[in-house]
């Protein structure tokens, strides 16, 4: 399997990069442990979470997810063959939510507990904090890098001018540089990403971690009518952002190109992201082993330019 560079570092990670989020939510722990087992069995061994996940569900706090992610570590004796990304930033709860200083360095031991580590391979800023100077939030990751607690930082949910000032920063002050940054990019959110985010990366040599690659997996196809609402938590979200004439004629697309394949929409979407010269994984999510094989045959199929040229232009 093609391994991709973290960003300008010395890490290569597989093409699919395993969503955390379901860990503790829509897959309850024994469901999560063998759902880690089989990818690692499969060779993928990148694996994002964050602190908040899976806050939202009812009666949790958030943690809940790297909380499972630290038993099957600690119970498999595995964590040198994971290449393990976790966020800081997103609403905990209690006014708990910025990247000032004290805080980062709070909610980073908080994590190494969680996740049963004394290092975290890529923390990343889940959010913007335009209240806290960069100057500081990179600070805090210089604190954490130098005390061997942090390997890599990297953002999500920047805009691109945002990250091009957080470079900035990094150069002028010899802080750490944000190594990766995590946008939402599938067939359906193209614009920001395309013409906001991706010049700076490729301009400085930024890794990319795509999130919601499926569309939160209105991609799948499973939701073509209103009907389909029903067929998950998130589909009656689904089914009103993206079940329009774009997203039908994207559908339409998905089916072509998987047929002259012999694949299904949910590879396909996601071979097209992986695609992307300037991507380095798309991230992805299963809450059952059965939905597994999809994601994994994803990150062997090479779609030709005339699929990729088909699927542009029914998702412009």
């Known amino acids: 399997m093609e391994l991709r560079r973290l960003g300008r570092s010395d890490i290569l990670v597989p093409p699919l990069c395993f969503g955390g989020n379901v860990f503790g939510w829509t897959a309850d722990e024994a469901t999560s442990f063998r759902l880690l087992d089989e990818l690692l069995a499969a060779g993928f061994n990148f694996i994002d979470t964050a602190d ?14 790297e ?22 930033g997103a609403d905990m709860g209690r006014g708990r939510v910025c990247l000032k200083a004290d805080y980062i360095a709070e909610a980073a031991e908080a994590s190494l507990k969680r996740l049963q580590t004394d290092h975290i391979d890529l923390y990343q800023s889940h959010w913007d904090d ?25 953002a999500s949910n920047l805009t ?11 150069a002028r002050e010899q802080l750490p540089r944000y190594a990766t940054i995590q946008p939402e990019y599938n067939l359906c959110a ?63 697309a998905l089916d072509a190109v998987a047929a002259a394949h012999g694949a299904n929409p949910t590879q396909v979407a996601l071979a097209w992201v992986m695609a992307r010269p300037s991507v380095t994984a798309a991230i992805a999510s299963a ?6 094989g999809d994601l994994l045959k994803a990150a062997e199929l090479k779609l030709t330019g005339g699929d990729i040229d088909r699927l542009n ?4």
Request: charged share 25%; hydrophobic share 40%; glycine share 12%.
């Open 52 to 65: 908040v996940y899976s806050r939202w569900a009812p009666g949790h706090v958030g943690g809940e997810s």
């Open 67 to 88: 909380t499972i992610i630290g038993k099957w570590m600690k119970a498999r004796g595995n964590r040198d063959r994971i290449v393990l990304a976790t966020k800081v």
């Open 130 to 154: 335009a209240e806290t100077p960069f100057e500081e939030v990179l600070g805090a990751y210089d604190a954490l890098i130098k005390a061997g607690k942090v390997r890599l930082v990297g």
């Open 160 to 170: 691109g001018q945002r990250l091009f000032d957080a470079l900035a920063v990094s």
């Open 190 to 252: 193209r614009a920001a990403y395309e013409t906001d985010i991706e010049p700076v990366c490729r301009a400085n040599g930024l890794g990319v971690i795509t999130y919601f690659s499926l569309a939160a997996g209105f991609l799948t196809g499973k939701y073509r009518s209103p009907e389909d609402a029903g067929k998950s938590v998130r589909g009656q979200e689904n089914v009103s952002k993206y079940l329009n004439e774009r997203g039908l004629r994207i559908l339409a």
């Open 287 to 292: 809450s059952k082993p059965e939905q597994l």
């Open 313 to 316: 232009a029914a998702s412009a």
